[in-house]
């Protein structure tokens, strides 16, 4: 079990590009979760999805700000536009109950 | 509304001593409790968690949490920590048999020799 992988590790954008980060959930685990952690903000819950349908996207920035799960075994966020407001830690999280697994994190860059 | 309160953004303790982190939680009912550890440049991973039974759970690395329904908290203990365990704790809650965690806002812990 390689656990929950997100890719790339790290990615530095020019302000106005987009970016899409990648996340593997475990194999058999039904809910995918997206959070935002940066020093200010903290850890900043974004959307989750369960068997692939989106259930709560009610911290996503409303413009800009897409997730999909086209299948059971990846889920993408993409940030169209990126600002450097966007930079920071995004990480992915599955879990098959209420205890959730986590990836590494995506360190989104913008300068 | 659901929340999760770690009053201490930092907390300080000298190797070997013992520590307490707190914890409080704002939930209907009795939520499901977690603690996670996130090291440097890591993501977050699960010390223990409570659903119900014994208020005292037991984790790794020698860490304890112990649930009160009366005071709403959910305290994480260690009787001696060691350098390594200089790191971002989350306190966590769920709703029972719910899918979404709601998270403290983390305390940072250095150990220091």
């Known amino acids: 079990n390689a656990g929950v992988i997100q890719t790339p590790r790290h990615k530095v954008t020019g302000k106005g590009q987009e970016a899409t980060l990648w996340c593997e959930p475990i194999s058999g685990h039904s809910a995918v979760f997206w959070y935002r952690q940066t020093i200010v903000q903290g850890l900043e819950f974004l959307t989750y999805f369960r068997n692939q349908a989106p259930i709560d996207d009610s911290g996503m920035p409303k413009e800009r700000f897409s997730a999909q799960m086209p299948n059971q075994s990846h889920s993408t966020l993409k940030i169209q536009s990126t600002q450097p407001q966007d930079s920071a830690v995004y990480l992915c999280a599955s879990t098959i109950s209420a205890e959730q697994f986590f990836g590494p994190g995506t360190r989104l860059t913008v300068l | 509304a659901q929340s999760v309160t770690q009053p201490d953004a930092r907390v300080t303790v000298s190797e070997g001593a013992s520590l307490q982190l707190r914890c409080k939680y704002s939930?209907?009912?009795?939520?499901?409790l977690f603690w996670y550890v996130q090291y440097q440049r890591q993501g977050l991973q699960l010390l223990l968690k409570y659903y119900s039974g014994d208020p005292v759970v037991q984790g790794v690395n020698g860490f304890e949490a112990e649930f009160s329904k009366s005071d709403s908290s959910f305290h994480l203990r260690k009787a001696s920590v060691h350098w390594s365990d200089s790191a971002v704790y989350f306190c966590?809650?769920?709703?029972?048999?719910?899918?979404?965690?709601?998270f403290g806002s983390g305390t940072r812990l250095l150990v220091s020799p």
């Open positions: 966590a809650a769920s709703r029972t048999g719910g899918y979404k965690v709601v």
């Open positions: 939930y209907s009912g009795t939520p499901y």
